[in-house]
């Protein structure tokens, strides 16, 4: 089976821009998480989706936002960017269980200038 | 929520000792731990992971062990080599599809 992927990569954007990261999880996976991951402040859970919905969400400002689609592909959004917002941004998939492996993408690397 | 501390930072050790990777958490709920591995500019990958109803598991030169009762579980790597260098993270899973991360430990296996 193909992995995780994540789209883009990379990414450098400006303060107050907004940017939509991809994720499109293992077949038949339906539950997809996503992290961010800094040097300060490790890895941080922002939410998860399964069958659309959004399930279980962490600590984050309302200006992190996603969604996921009938295909269990997954993207996230930030709007309004400021610098602390540069990090790596991980998705990880799953069957859905609860005590289901999580399995990683690549991640997109953000940049804001 | 949940809290998960992981000590120690760093580890240094000679190749053919061993590590050891102690994790603590403080939600009761969790129920599933998993450890991962991660090398420079790459992805997390999963190298073992054990749920709350088994003690111990272990797989070729990489164990894990859980106290459920103490809330804490450790890694254990044998026979380090030098290709064992990461920053190993431990993880807990307090409620659906979130993993909450230890801080992570920098391993170094010197030859």
């Known amino acids: 089976k193909a992995g995780v992927t994540q789209t883009p990569r990379y990414l450098i954007k400006t303060r107050g821009q907004q940017v939509t990261l991809s994720c499109s999880p293992i077949?038949?996976?339906?539950?997809v998480s996503w992290y961010q991951q800094t040097p300060g402040q490790g890895l941080q859970f922002l939410f998860e989706y399964f069958s659309e919905t959004q399930r279980n969400k962490g600590n984050f400002p309302g200006r992190f936002s996603g969604r996921q689609f009938s295909n269990s592909r997954s993207e996230m959004n930030v709007s309004t960017l400021e610098l602390g917002d540069s990090a790596l941004y991980l998705c990880a998939s799953s069957l859905g269980d609860r005590n289901n492996e999580q399995f990683f993408g690549p991640g997109t690397r953000l940049t804001v200038l | 929520g949940e809290n998960v501390e992981q000590h120690p930072s760093t580890l240094s050790v000679q190749e053919g000792d061993s590590a050891v990777i102690k994790c603590t958490y403080s939600?009761?709920?969790?129920?599933?731990f998993p450890w991962y591995k991660q090398e420079l500019g790459k992805r997390p990958q999963l190298i073992i992971d054990i749920r709350s109803n088994v003690g111990e598991k272990k797989d070729q030169r990489i164990a894990v062990t859980l106290n459920k009762t103490a809330k804490h579980f450790s890694l254990h790597i044998t026979e380090t080599q030098p290709e064992d260098s990461a920053v190993y993270f431990c993880?807990?899973?307090?409620?659906?599809?979130?993993?909450?991360f230890g801080a992570g430990t920098q391993v170094v296996v010197t030859p």
């Open positions: 939600d009761s709920a969790s129920n599933y």
């Open positions: 077949s038949g996976h339906r539950s």
């Open positions: 993880a807990a899973s307090p409620g659906w599809g979130k993993l909450q």
